[in-house]
């Protein structure tokens, strides 16, 4: 995959402090994501792999180490620098949906473009041609309550795709889904990703859902232990 | 973020949660309205007594008289006895004012005493000369009758509505003020006489002897015709009501013709006792074209060497009172705006507790943290907004109900002052000043709810539950 470099991560540390002692959540991490490609950060429970990514997202910041992400350095940034940052470029899927209640559907993935500042009109049509693009032509105006889950995510992808951005993050995508609606939900994410040439870093506990992805960066006790090949090439 | 939707955003979520926000809205209307019509009332108050003081008066009046004149005793000072120049009002002096700043209009007024005489009545009265032309500034409420016309060649005068009740029947002495009961007459109708030479005309009847001992001659009695009366009864206090009134001119004319070569009652004399070539006027009602410069005027007319007085003192004390009567009233009225500015506040916080984890997916997504805080801000401008619009007409309802009843219940102040210009009275500045002042009050109650709201993690967002 000849792509240019979208993330480059350069020995990250983090160091939570419990208490009196230290914690290491990332203890040296380094690797290089390219244009294209669809990788997962696999895990157990503690492994720091939230950490990893609420860090390449610029939610936290690391204790020492760099993260560049499209030729920007992230771990410099204010914290309004990185609002503006993750607006124009970075796109997010949740573990638990997190739309927002009170809009459709068609309202919610047009959301970030609201605080882009783009016309009404304009970001509607803008949503409603990503909606088509997960399949969800016909429930652009139901509200998410009356979506299931998996129909649900498929928003929240098409939110996080909607601004076209150098980089989707995804947690634990398929969480909170059933096993059939993950598999769909991750063959989506990945027909996707290659069909519109996009970016994208899961983070998951699961390694049969980590499969899907091109790579697999396998974290323990905040180091990176090995880089795979996804099985389902 | 476009204005708009941070808007369209914030108004969204006070719809979602209606009930509370009805709640912190009736907190806002409650609070508007009671300083709203609390202050109606110090102003209603505080315009009802300038109605009054208009009664007596008017408030940008400046009566000039002379100055009170006083001799200096030589036998104490040695030098030869000389009175203190008096300066008298003349019409030189009626041109100086008009030229002074600020000064609307200035005309001269000839006051002069006189016996009416009608059937068997008669009455001692006040009559006022003031030029025709500038009688309409009296602002005499004619009942009956009208003005007295320019130029016209017979004396005719305009009654003051009070000026009836001085008739008392002449054999018995009694009158209005005796007994209770005005006199037959009817002014407009009636043939009224009158004896400019009062002195003589009881001289004359009495059979007094002037100083070379001939008989007193009675003094010619003129009639004098009825041009119009003032409206309302001897209730109806006013400066006005008591006078009777006529064409300056016409009166200065026919006072020369009676006391040719005497002197006129009531004019200066010369330092030997003897009468002066000219009429002087006993004093000259001053205009001012703003309540603020009444005193100033007045000032410089009393430097000029004339007493100048007005209700101007009256006024700024009577103003400074109901000030405080209005810092009182807005005060207690402040007070629920104050506590509905505390649930305003306390409505944002919970608000920002329940959507802590919109407010992160918001910063997730990319939101600027100024735009959250504006749309916090704006939440709680709005419902100071709703809260101010409906408190105002709940207040304009309130202060149509209190005039309503004030007009049936004797409250002590003037029935009439007050039912006529109503005790509550708001004026189009307070409507517009309370609406902003709710908002006001809204945002900064929403001041800190909003801070917090920015500056919360969003990692929030992301943490699962």
Redesign the interface.
């Known amino acids: 995959m000849a792509g240019k470099t979208v993330i480059r991560v350069k020995d990250l540390y983090k160091v939570y402090r419990v208490g009196d002692s230290k914690v290491k959540a990332l203890n040296g991490v380094d690797f290089t994501i390219q244009k294209g490609e669809f990788c997962s950060i696999v895990g157990t429970s503690g492994s720091g792999k939230s950490t990893l990514l609420?860090m390449l997202?610029g939610?936290?910041k690391p204790t020492k180490g760099q993260i560049v992400i499209a030729g920007e350095h992230i771990e410099k940034k204010s914290?309004?620098q990185l609002?503006?940052?993750?607006?124009?470029h970075?796109g997010?899927i949740?573990?638990?949906f997190?739309l927002?209640p009170?809009l459709s559907a068609v309202e919610n993935v047009a959301?970030?473009l609201?605080?882009?500042?783009m016309?009404?009109a304009k970001r509607l049509e803008k949503a409603a041609q990503v909606l088509d693009l997960v399949g969800l032509s016909k429930h652009k105006d139901h509200k998410p309550t009356q979506m299931s889950g998996g129909q649900q995510q498929r928003v929240g992808i098409a939110?996080a795709l909607v601004?076209n951005p150098q980089i989707i993050f995804a947690?634990?995508p398929t969480?909170n889904l059933d096993s059939h609606t993950s598999a769909e939900v991750m063959e989506l994410i990945r027909r996707i990703i290659h069909e519109q040439n996009q970016t994208l870093v899961m983070v998951t506990h699961d390694d049969h859902l980590a499969g899907f992805a091109d790579r697999i960066f396998r974290i323990s006790d905040g180091k990176i232990v090995s880089i795979e090949a996804g099985r389902e090439q | 973020m476009k204005f708009r939707d941070m808007l369209r955003m914030s108004l969204s979520s006070l719809w979602k949660r209606k009930v509370r926000t009805f709640l912190t809205v009736l907190g806002v209307v409650i609070g508007t309205a009671s300083i709203v019509v609390m202050i109606s009332l110090g102003l209603g108050l505080s315009r009802a007594s300038m109605a009054e003081i208009e009664k007596y008066g008017g408030i940008t009046t400046v009566t000039v008289t002379e100055q009170d004149s006083y001799t200096v005793d030589s036998s104490i000072t040695g030098a030869a006895s000389q009175s203190q120049t008096v300066e008298h009002l003349d019409d030189d002096l009626v041109d100086n004012i008009l030229q002074l700043d600020h000064v609307k209009d200035a005309y001269p007024v000839l006051d002069t005493d006189a016996l009416a005489i009608s059937g068997g009545f008669q009455a001692n009265i006040q009559i006022r000369g003031v030029a025709a032309d500038k009688m309409q500034n009296l602002q005499l409420n004619l009942g009956r009758g009208s003005l007295p016309q320019p130029g016209e060649g017979q004396l005719s005068v305009v009654y003051g509505n009070m000026v009836l009740g001085d008739f008392y029947n002449d054999k018995t002495g009694e009158g209005y003020w005796y007994n209770g009961t005005l006199p037959d007459i009817d002014l407009m109708t009636d043939t009224i006489l009158y004896v400019f030479d009062v002195d003589r005309y009881y001289n004359a009847i009495w059979g007094g002897t002037d100083d070379k001992g001939q008989a007193v001659t009675m003094p010619k009695k003129y009639v004098v015709d009825t041009a119009g009366v003032v409206a309302g009864g001897m209730e109806d206090y006013n400066s006005n009501s008591s006078y009777v009134f006529c064409d300056l001119e016409q009166l200065k004319t026919l006072l020369r013709k009676e006391f040719r070569g005497s002197v006129i009652p009531g004019q200066p004399t010369t330092a030997n006792g003897k009468a002066y070539k000219d009429i002087y006027y006993t004093s000259i009602i001053v205009n001012v074209d703003n309540m603020d410069y009444v005193q100033q005027v007045q000032n410089e007319i009393n430097d000029m060497g004339y007493q100048a007085t007005s209700n101007a003192e009256w006024v700024a004390s009577m103003q400074g009172q109901y000030k405080y009567i209005q810092l009182a009233l807005g005060g207690i009225g402040a007070v629920s705006l104050f506590v509905a500015a505390i649930g305003i506040a306390n409505t944002m916080m919970m608000s920002i507790y329940e959507r802590t984890k919109e407010i992160g997916i918001m910063k997730v997504l990319g939101c600027d943290m100024r735009n959250i805080q504006s749309m916090f801000l704006m939440e709680a401008g709005y419902i100071g907004l709703i809260g101010g619009a409906i408190g105002l007409e709940l207040s304009y309802g309130l202060s149509a109900v209190i005039n309503s009843v004030v007009k049936t219940v004797d409250l002590g102040v003037d029935e009439a002052v007050s039912a006529s210009v109503g005790l509550s009275y708001i004026p189009l500045w307070l409507a517009a000043l309370s609406i902003v002042f709710a908002v006001l009050v809204g945002m900064v109650a929403g001041f800190f709810p909003s801070l917090r709201a920015m500056k919360l993690s969003p990692l929030a967002a992301i943490r699962t539950e």
């Not at chain 1, 609002?83 to 124009?88: I, L, S």
């Not at chain 1, 609201?114 to 500042?117: A, P």
């Open positions: 609420n997202a939610l936290e914290e309004n609002v503006k940052f993750r607006r124009e970075i997010f949740f573990q638990s997190n927002l009170a959301l970030p609201t605080f882009q500042g016309d009404k939110r601004v947690d634990e969480g």
